[in-house]
């Protein structure tokens, strides 16, 4: 069973950076996209931005502020959030994606929190 444990999340003050961190308990390589989704209280899950063979999709609501990154050697992907504002408050979650009928994993969460 694949283990996806998010962390990094917490309260910031708009303006503010967060980076979250994502660590698989196998190779994150051998999976067709890795990624990170958010969920606000009352709202859909929604695809903040992924990484799919080494090039990325950005959802255009964080564009220019929030970056991903993965370390393979680490089986460890990254969300460098920058100008935060209160609307990206949400849980976090973060994604492994199986090739073709493979199934997809899920972290638990974390909470980002942006208010001053």
């Known amino acids: 069973q694949v283990q996806l444990v998010e962390s990094g999340g917490g309260l910031v003050q708009p303006g503010g950076s967060l980076r979250l961190s994502c660590a698989a308990s196998?190779?994150?390589?051998?999976?067709?996209?890795m990624g990170w989704y958010r969920q606000a209280p009352g709202k859909q899950r929604d695809l903040v931005a992924r990484i799919i063979s080494g090039s990325t999709n950005i959802a255009n609501s964080v564009k220019g502020r929030f970056t991903i990154s993965r370390d393979n050697a680490k089986n460890t992907v990254y969300l460098q959030m920058n100008s935060l504002k209160p609307e990206d408050t949400a849980v976090y979650y973060c994604?492994?994606?199986?090739?073709?009928?493979?199934?997809?994993?899920w972290g638990q969460g974390t909470q980002v929190t942006v208010s001053s």
């Open positions: 994604n492994a994606k199986g090739w073709g009928v493979s199934p997809d994993y």
């Open positions: 196998t190779n994150i390589a051998s999976f067709y996209a």
